[in-house]
Nanobody
Framework: QVQLVESGGGLVQAGGSLRLSCAASGSIFSINVMAWYRQNPGKQREFVAR???????NYADFVKGRFTISRDNAKNTVYLQMNSLKPEDTAVYYCNAELSLTPGNNMYNYWGQGIQVTVSS
């Protein structure tokens, strides 16, 4: 069974920083994409950032220049460094991974349980 466990959330003042981590564990063969999404009550989950196995990254426009995604392939862990945080960044942040359990082309999508980030004004 695969698990994604997020950590590092919490309360921070506007302009501050937080670093989220997400560790994937279980019978994983390889991880293609690791990503972060966020969601507020009553709203759709939205894409924040992704990093593929080769290191290429993509960001949502609203975090460009403020957030940085990185990964440690040896630890199956993805990080999200969040700087210059704004109150509108307040949300539950979810880790997502596209991975394979065995050699071959079958990829599966997994989500973490989510972690709260609150930015006070």
């Amino acid at each position: 069974q695969v698990q994604l466990v997020e950590s590092g959330g919490g309360l921070v003042q506007a302009g501050g920083s937080l670093r989220l981590s997400c560790a994937a564990s279980g019978s994983i063969f390889s991880i293609n994409v690791m990503a972060w999404y966020r969601q507020n009550p009553g709203k759709q989950r939205e894409f924040v950032a992704r990093i593929i196995s080769g290191g290429n990254t993509n960001y949502a426009d609203f975090v460009k220049g403020r957030f940085t995604i990185s990964r440690d392939n040896a630890k199956n862990t993805v990080y999200l460094q969040m700087n210059s945080l704004k109150p509108e960044d307040t949300a539950v942040y979810y880790c997502n991974a596209e991975l394979s359990l065995t050699p071959g082309n079958n990829m599966y999508n997994y989500w973490g349980q989510g972690i709260q980030v609150t930015v006070s004004s």
